[in-house]
Nanobody, 115 residues
Framework: QVQVVESGGGLVQAGGSLRLSCAAS????????MGWYRQAPGMQRELVAT???????NYADSVKGRFTISGDNAKNTVYLQMNGLKPEDTAVYYC?????????WGQGTQVTVSS
């Protein structure tokens, strides 16, 4: 049974920084893709950033230049460094892992940015 666990959310003032961490455990296979999505109240879940194995990272236009995704798909870990946070970044952030053609999600971690 694959488990995806995030950590690192919290409350921060606008302009501040947070670092999210995620690990997917319980599989002997490496992730094909790992990444982060977010969902604000009343909004659909949206992509923040992903790392496809062996390919270039992808970022939503709204976070380019402020957020940096990193990790090791072979170890099924992924991180999101968030700098220059804005109130509109407030959302529940979900870690995502695609392992052996199956999608797995974490329980989410709240990020709140005050103005």
């Amino acid at each position: 049974q694959v488990q995806v666990v995030e950590s690192g959310g919290g409350l921060v003032q606008a302009g501040g920084s947070l670092r999210l961490s995620c690990a997917a455990s319980g599989s002997i296979f490496s992730a094909n893709v790992m990444g982060w999505y977010r969902q604000a109240p009343g909004m659909q879940r949206e992509l923040v950033a992903t790392i496809p194995s062996g390919k270039r990272t992808n970022y939503a236009d709204s976070v380019k230049g402020r957020f940096t995704i990193s990790g090791d798909n072979a170890k099924n870990t992924v991180y999101l460094q968030m700098n220059g946070l804005k109130p509109e970044d407030t959302a529940v952030y979900y870690c995502y892992a695609r392992i052996s053609a199956l999608d797995y999600w974490g329980q989410g971690t709240q990020v709140t940015v005050s103005s």
